[in-house]
């Protein structure tokens, strides 16, 4: 009887083992999907509603993404705060690009490196400590900035200016700054703690898409 035991024992442990092994090849994460994916098709953008002071006013902030494209131009991020005030983070020409300005002038930082549209996984970092502003992209040198004043005081909006405060992700309007439309895969998007791909995906109604068809999660397998 005890020999009978062990053996359905040592049976039910070789079922659930297999059980186990087929259902991790047959997940998306055996296949390197994740919910922080998005293949775009350049005709679409997320937006969200979002103040940039609240974004700005502490001394770190970091924003990184990872992505792959064919198209040298697209707009990863862009924060509208003001009459003039911006955040800006793109693809120009192969390069990344960071663009700043907080009402006391504009700045920019250029990543040299090869052109990055070559459909390869390139990882993107941006890091401020309070005026300083580091740009990586994989191990290439870094782009440094100094932002010209202390961004923890700045009064980004006049309080009698009403305007459309907002995030906006892969695209936007004709009116903002940049809004060349990227047309790729984005992998593991964060700003601070922020997760707009994850947060859209699980249907935060702060996340709004605009433009033509879905944000596709299916066909994106990160291998980064």
Known sequence: MVKFEAA???????????????AFLFSPVAH?????CAKTNGRQYLKRPF???????????EIS????????????????AGPTSYILLKLNNGKVVFKADFGAGNVTATVPSPNLDDYAWHS?????I?????????????ASVVIPLNVTLVRLIPRNVMMDTALYIFGGPSDIRYSVPFHGIVNNLVINKMKPIVS??????????????KLSKHSCYPDV
């Open 65 to 80: 993404l990872q992505f792959k494209t064919q198209n040298p131009n697209g707009l990863f991020l862009y924060f509208k």
């Open 124 to 128: 993107v970092r941006v890091k401020r």
């Open 51 to 61: 103040s940039m002071a609240k974004f700005i006013q502490q001394p770190n902030d």
């Open 200 to 213: 859209y995906a699980q249907n935060d109604p702060k996340y709004t898409l605009h433009g033509y068809g």
């Open 130 to 142: 309070w005026k300083y502003v580091n740009v990586s992209v994989d191990a290439f040198p870094r």
């Open 8 to 22: 359905i024992k040592q049976v039910m442990a070789r079922t659930f083992f297999v059980f186990f092994v087929i």
């Open 32 to 36: 390197g999907h994740v919910k922080g």
